[in-house]
């Protein structure tokens, strides 16, 4: 069955932090792996990966994929309280279908 | 240009009462799709159309659950009659055919009573 899990559940750490979110996935017929930040409302767009080991990068938010281990990682350097969210990570099988995990919840503390 | 519109936003019911939720996709995206969202889980598929096709539904349950969309635009979700475990927040989204980045709307949070 495919799946995609992701860790940690929760974080809590101090503004000016760095923060890595872990996405390990198992899906047959993969295609690429997709990166939202889901605030008050609904997820929003942050990063595409369709292949590996090309980090892909948005101010101060990065983000890689290894498909031979079948993970990616979410980077935030210099954390800032506007970054508490929960991020989710989606596989994309073949035929479309998105994979989610169960989101890291990121808390900022000031 | 506009994102994807939902509405209601917020919606309280009792249950056994019906609901329905509405969807407008960005202009010229011909795949969309419904999702449920329970707290602290990722988004559920519960259907997922190509302009008026219905392409995978197999997640929906059927027996209170129903969509249409008629014309390959707008989207309406329809629950009847609502259960206390329906209260979650529906979400919709839409993508450019063949597109792998899907853009959600604000979702609709339905609480059942």
């Known amino acids: 069955e495919d799946k995609v899990v992701q860790s940690p559940l929760s974080l809590v750490v101090h503004e000016g932090d760095t923060v890595t979110l872990n996405c390990s996935y198992e899906?047959?017929?993969?295609?690429?792996l997709l990166w939202y930040k889901q605030e008050k409302k609904a997820p929003t767009f942050l990063f595409m990966l369709?292949?590996s080991g090309i980090e892909k990068k948005s101010g101060r938010l990065s983000s890689i994929l290894d498909k031979k281990e079948l993970f990616s990682i979410l980077n935030i350097t210099a954390t800032q309280t506007g970054d508490s969210a929960i991020y989710l990570c989606a596989a994309l099988h073949s035929n479309y279908q998105l994979i989610w995990g169960a989101g890291t919840k990121l808390i900022i503390k000031p | 240009e506009a994102g994807v519109v939902q509405s209601p936003r917020y919606k309280i019911i009792e249950k056994k009462q019906p609901v329905a939720f509405w969807c407008n996709p960005i202009s010229g995206h011909n795949t969309l799709y419904w999702y449920l969202q329970n707290l602290g889980q990722g988004p559920e598929l519960l259907i997922r159309?190509?302009?008026?096709?219905?392409?995978?539904d197999s997640q929906l349950p059927k027996d209170r659950f129903s969509a249409e969309r008629l014309k390959g635009v707008d989207s309406t979700l329809k629950i009847q009659p609502a259960e206390l475990g329906d209260s979650a927040v529906y979400l919709c989204?839409?993508?450019?055919?063949?597109?792998?980045?899907?853009?959600f709307g604000a979702g609709s949070r339905l609480t059942v009573l």
């Open positions: 989204a839409s993508a450019a055919s063949g597109a792998n980045v899907l853009t």
């Open positions: 899906v047959t017929n993969f295609r690429s």
């Open positions: 369709t292949s």
């Open positions: 159309y190509e302009n008026e096709e219905a392409v995978d």
